[in-house]
């Protein structure tokens, strides 16, 4: 079976490569081959893209979930109940998708997936269950991270469910985006565009402020080394 799996891995990155979404080199020509609405998308606006464990390309777009297998596109929108996905995430169950309704399972296989709801979502801002899920981040021990807007977080072990809130300047901030990365020792760092940058203990469970800054625009981790980019680059050794 793992042969199997890797032969169709190689067959599926290469008919990528040359045929579906891949990018050649001919001569000093650059020759682009689009995945669009003519070929199979279900919308243009594509959110979030991840491969599974059989090589096959997940696509997350405003209009629902697609598979593509190299050559041809799948549409498997009818089995989520929001059509705007907007985030992936590999675990071991399979892959998670965060849309409006929440997160969906998606269990791949060689002829098919199955898929089937993980947690759903309210509408209700105050509601204990999730709102709008966005982002979403495995760390190494399996615990699942959600992202909400209004700085919401929320970390999903096992039947745990953990809400942590950042400080108001992050909250107030509706369009600010979280990100993750995990450090070493049980440290979980998270981020937000609007400038807040905090720290995740294990054994504290709570959220601890370490810096602001007057943005974040992404957040990358090297052993206990944080690399921030902003407005400038920054490097933070924990």
Not at 174 to 195: H, I, N, R, W
Not at 217 to 238: F, M, P, T
Request: aromatic share 10%; hydrophobic share 40%; net charge negative.
């Amino acid at each position: 079976m793992y042969m199997i799996r890797a032969r169709i891995r190689l067959f599926i990155l290469t008919a990528i490569l040359f045929h579906g979404m891949g990018i050649i080199i001919d001569a000093q020509n650059l020759h682009i081959n689009h995945l669009t609405e003519k070929r199979g998308l279900p919308s243009i606006q594509v959110r979030h893209v991840v491969q599974d464990d059989f090589g096959f390309i997940w696509i997350a777009c405003d209009g629902g979930l697609v598979r593509f297998d190299g050559h041809e596109i799948t549409n498997y929108s009818q089995h989520i109940p929001s059509q705007y996905g907007r985030y992936f995430c590999k675990t071991e169950a399979g892959l998670l998708l965060s849309h409006d309704a929440g997160i969906s399972l998606i269990q791949p296989a060689l002829d098919t997936a199955h898929i089937s709801m993980f947690m759903d979502a309210s509408i209700d801002p105050e509601d204990q269950s999730l709102y709008y899920p966005g982002r979403l981040f495995r760390q190494s021990n399996g615990a699942v991270w959600v992202s909400e807007p209004g700085g919401g977080l929320i970390r999903l072990q096992g039947n745990e469910r953990t809400r942590l809130l950042p400080e108001s300047a992050d909250q107030e901030n509706t369009d600010a985006k979280a990100l993750f990365a995990e450090l070493g020792q049980g440290l979980m760092a998270v981020a937000f565009t609007s400038g807040g940058l905090y720290l995740y203990e294990e054994s504290s469970q709570s959220l601890e402020k370490v810096h602001r800054f007057s943005r974040i625009n992404d957040l990358k981790s090297n052993g206990n080394e944080l690399w921030i980019a902003g407005e400038h680059v920054q490097r933070i050794e924990l």
